[in-house]
């Protein structure tokens, strides 16, 4: 599996979520890059394909992606937390959190160090992952790092424990 950026509209994804007992055909309301794509979001910004808004995207923000693609867990990125899932943990970081180690910081949340296996991110991916925060307004868009590298594909339960919708 290749690894891809997934772009979600989050206001299009709350009509939709609106409109769900009502018969509505089922419509893709997330756009997905690979690494090789990502360049052409450089030039061209993201916009929504339903409601068109946009989402600038800067040579930093390029620069900051594609490293975060090769890492070996998927990243979502929400409104106040970032998921992080490496197939065999799920977890999740408050944005702009201060962690001087992560794993530490889990077993202290009352992960078990057991439970902790696999590739976790290191401080200064989290550096990464905030900076890159920073560029993205995420009342407005969700945007999901799925790893190739990971065998199981991302199934964010950001929304089942700490969304609002
Ligand atoms: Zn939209």
């Known amino acids: 599996m290749k690894s891809r950026l997934v772009i979600e509209c989050c206001d299009c994804k709350k009509r939709l979520n ?4 009502v018969s509505f055909p089922e419509f893709p309301i997330s756009t997905e890059y690979t690494e090789e794509e990502i360049h052409g979001l450089f030039f061209d910004d993201y916009s929504c394909p339903f409601c068109g ?3 600038k995207f800067t040579s930093v923000m390029i ?4 490293p975060l693609l090769k890492k070996r867990y998927h990243i979502g990125l929400n409104q106040s937390y ?3 899932s490496n197939g065999k ?9 201060e962690i001087t180690d992560v794993k530490s ?5 009352g992960i078990e160090e057991d439970r902790l296996t696999g590739d976790l991110p290191t401080v200064s991916d989290l550096k990464d992952i905030n900076k890159l925060i920073a560029d993205v307004n995420l009342n407005k868009w969700k945007v999901l790092i799925e790893s190739g590298a990971v065998s199981t594909s991302f199934v964010s339960t950001y929304d089942l424990w700490l969304g609002d919708i």
């Open 18 to 21: 609106r409109t769900k007992d």
């Open 53 to 55: 808004n946009r989402l």
């Open 63 to 66: 620069d900051l992606l594609l």
């Open 82 to 84: 970032i998921e992080i």
């Open 89 to 97: 943990v799920t977890f999740f970081l408050g944005n702009n959190e």
């Open 105 to 109: 910081y889990l077993m202290g949340m």
